[in-house]
């Protein structure tokens, strides 16, 4: 089936610095979502992506797709202590009703 | 606009005991999931209901029977707990199922099975 694999597990970053999750899947996707989890909630959805080569951006996030439509990173620029939480990608593959999750980055940030 | 809700929030259960988890959204989503969360595993599809009156197994539904009880609702039930059940569960809904729909969350249910 299809698998979705994203790292890293964990990241440490100094408030100001820059964090970058990466997500690989196994077959193409017809899209992929990013969500956002803060520590002791739900997930949230961020953006979806659905062109080859997208680009989108949320003020200090960067969301891209890439153009065989089987990876996708999260950018955030600047990191912020209210940037803490576990980031999730979620691939919807071709032909497939199903999304599947990675396991997610957990994100701390250091004052 | 509550959006999902879920109830309990937190349930301890022994071995062998059942018990359902329960759903609702007012959003007027055709499409409902059940999920499962557990340490460094992600989020795993339990099972969906695509629309009032169907639903379908996910990636994880063995020891878990689901009932969409009308557009609104929809419930897990474990029938005998058991430890490896141990997880939080969050239900999700969203419009219609099809590839550009996000999910919506609910604020999830913290199970503990001894």
């Known amino acids: 089936g299809q698998q979705v694999m994203q790292i890293p597990q964990y990241q440490h970053v100094q408030e100001g610095e820059d964090f970058t999750t990466y997500c690989n899947s196994s077959?193409?996707?017809?899209?992929i979502q990013w969500y956002k989890q803060r520590p002791g909630g739900h997930p949230v959805f961020l953006i979806q992506l659905v062109k080859s080569g997208e680009v989108k951006k949320q003020k200090r996030l960067t969301f891209q797709f890439g153009e065989a439509k089987k990876n996708s990173s999260l950018h955030i620029t600047a990191t912020q202590t209210t940037d803490v939480g576990t980031y999730f990608c979620?691939?919807?593959?071709?032909?497939?009703?199903?999304?599947?999750f990675g396991k997610g980055t957990k994100l701390s940030v250091i004052p | 606009n509550a959006g999902v809700t879920q109830t309990p929030k937190f349930q301890v259960l022994k071995t062998g005991q059942s018990m359902t988890l329960q759903c609702a959204q007012d959003m007027n989503h055709n499409s409902m999931y059940w999920y499962r969360q557990d340490p460094g595993m992600g989020l795993r599809l339990i099972y969906y209901s695509a629309s009032e009156g169907t639903t379908d197994k996910g990636e994880v539904p063995n020891g878990y029977n689901v009932s969409r009880l009308n557009k609104r609702e929809f419930s897990l039930r474990l029938e005998s707990a058991a430890p490896s059940q141990t997880s939080v569960y969050f239900c999700?809904?969203?419009?219609?199922?099809?590839?550009?729909?996000?999910?919506?969350f609910g604020s999830g249910t913290q199970l503990s099975v001894l």
């Open positions: 979620a691939g919807l593959g071709a032909g497939s009703y199903q999304l599947t």
């Open positions: 999700a809904s969203s419009e219609i199922r099809s590839s550009s729909e996000k999910l919506f």
């Open positions: 077959t193409t996707l017809s899209n």
